[in-house]
């Protein structure tokens, strides 16, 4: 692979199937179901959008999703569920450095879905994805402080809390601090 990261992931759109569920890319027969997570403000508390009011915005977020991989910036898989097919929610990697070798991550649970293990089935899926056939080294979550859950997640997926970012984003007109979170191929690895 190298010593940078593996971009040929780019050149077909990666499918990763796991045991309940398969990270695959969002179409547009999947507006409904990416509305009904894109327009919950339980959904949004804590990211950086505000809740769609249409279901016609969500074709805006399947294009640009499609756009950021065209362009190799981030790749955002929706997450189905193997036993039905349904959309429970969507996860990214995504802001590469190829000097550094690492991504950050995101994701988003439909609220009928959470507590489920839907979420860190797929981080753990991202986390092999990224470290073993990206060949990165490291990945990063930024969480806003309150959120308790996708702590919770990405510490059952083995990422360690490193610190706190004072106002590193602007969330729904504010500055705020952001919770470091990071797994190392070196932990993945042990």
């Keep these: 692979m190298g010593i940078g990261i593996n971009m040929r992931v780019f050149e077909e759109f990666p499918v990763i199937e796991g045991e309940r569920i398969k990270l695959d890319r969002i179409k547009s027969e999947n507006e409904e179901e990416l509305y009904e997570i894109l327009s919950d403000s339980d959904v949004a508390e804590y990211d950086w959008f505000e809740p769609i009011d249409t279901v016609e915005r969500t074709e805006k977020f399947i294009n640009h999703y499609d756009e950021e991989y065209e362009e190799k910036e981030e790749i955002t898989w929706g997450i189905f569920n193997k ?3 349904k959309l429970v929610g969507i996860c990214n ?3 590469f450095e190829d000097s550094s070798r690492r991504c950050e991550v995101g994701y988003d649970i439909k609220k009928s879905e959470w507590n489920k293990g839907y979420a860190t089935e797929a ?3 991202l986390v092999k994805f990224a470290l073993c056939d990206m060949n990165l080294n490291r990945v990063e979550a930024f969480v806003t402080p309150g959120n308790d859950r996708s702590v919770r997640v990405l510490e059952k997926s083995g990422f360690v809390r490193e ?3 004072r106002e590193r ?3 729904k007109g504010e500055l705020v601090d952001g919770i470091i979170m990071a797994i190392l191929k070196s932990d993945y690895c042990k």
């Design 83 to 85: 036993a039905n097919g």
């Design 93 to 95: 990697l995504g802001d």
């Design 123 to 125: 981080i753990k899926m």
């Design 163 to 165: 610190g706190l970012v």
């Design 169 to 171: 984003d602007f969330i």
